[in-house]
């Protein structure tokens, strides 16, 4: 170092660099909350993948406002994202926020939890213990390093803040009144999926264990287990059912992702039994899929489900 350039210079000159001035990305819109029950209300995010347009919002955060306070659900994927959040829902409620439930390790659905911590550090937020055990293994920051260059910085500032209890299939919550009902069926859309269901109310949160409109990733799932998952959740005869990503609806919205993965594994199943490979068989399973295409991401996904199935076909031969 230079006789005369201290730390102190240093730090000064960085606190008025553009890098520093870049550390935080952007805010983010205010999105409308669409009501979905009494007292239970769906930020439904843009469909696609996270891009510098949608600054990586594209999930459906959700909260439910009990007596004691608002329970929030999955509050997106960075701090810009959370912080709509909490403004959306102070436009509504000005009760505090006194639990956060987030549904599975992708951090499109979890990395504003962050702002939600900030604003109510006593809230507990509560996590599969999978989800937990892979942030410690460096997921969470995988997701941060992820969003934060597909969205072209927009995320940046964003610092990973994962769940710090941990709440597994069965687990039932009262908050003023209101019963919070957990559900996991096993490997699914990942190995940490919570469902939520809000009985008085006869709403379901699905997490990615169901999609709307979109075609999911489901690199690290298990295209049965999902199936299996699905057909669980709709013994609980919820009138509403809000997706990870997509507009919220009736049984209807399970019913037609499970058909989708339904359709996806046993036509690659009818061709792997014909001796075809993955990519010999494309265009057959694009064409019995035909009532999916127009759904965002078939086009990039549809490869992929391919051979995820193909090889989960395979491994259950042996
Ligand atoms: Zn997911």
């Given amino acids: 170092m230079k006789p005369g350039i201290t730390a102190l210079t240093l730090i000064t000159a960085f606190l008025f660099s553009p890098l520093c001035l870049a550390n935080k990305g952007p805010a983010i819109k205010d ?33 439910v406002i009990t007596n004691d306070g608002i329970v929030a659900i999955d509050p ?12 959306v829902m102070a436009k509504i409620s000005d009760k505090p926020v006194i639990a956060v439930f987030n549904t599975h390790i992708h951090g499109d659905h979890w990395l504003g939890n962050q702002a939600l911590r900030a604003a109510y550090p006593d809230a507990p937020i509560y996590g599969h213990p999978n989800m937990i055990a892979l942030i410690e293994a460096g997921e969470g920051q995988n997701w941060a390093d992820r969003l934060e260059q597909m969205t072209e910085g927009k995320t940046a500032g964003t610092v990973v803040t994962g769940p710090n209890k941990t709440v597994d299939h069965g687990a039932t919550f009262k908050y003023g009144g209101t019963t919070v009902k957990i559900h996991h069926y096993g490997k699914a859309h990942t190995t940490s999926d919570l469902m939520i269901e809000i009985p008085e109310r006869s709403v379901t949160f699905l997490g990615d264990n169901v999609l709307n409109d979109r075609i999911p ?8 287990g999902n199936i299996g998952t ?34 996806l594994y046993t036509t690659v199943k009818k061709y792997y039994d014909e001796g075809l490979s993955d990519f010999e068989m494309k265009d057959q399973v694009a064409g019995a899929l035909g009532a999916y295409a ?13 051979s995820l199935a193909y090889l989960q076909i395979e491994a259950a031969e042996f």
């Fill in 31 to 63: 999105y409308p909350a669409d009501k979905v029950a009494d007292n239970i209300y769906v930020i439904h995010g843009p469909l696609g993948l996270p891009d510098s347009g949608n600054q990586g919002f594209m999930n459906n955060p959700a909260f």
């Fill in 230 to 263: 699905i057909t669980q959740i709709l013994e609980t005869g919820s009138k509403v059912y809000v997706p990870g990503h997509g507009p919220s609806g009736d049984a209807g919205v399970p019913e037609s992702f499970r058909k989708y993965l339904d359709v």
């Fill in 294 to 306: 127009g759904w965002s991401g078939f086009e990039e996904q549809l490869g992929k489900h391919i």
């Fill in 217 to 224: 990733r489901i690199d690290d799932g298990d295209i049965q």
């Fill in 76 to 87: 997106g994927s960075s701090v810009q994202t959370g912080e709509m959040m909490l403004r």
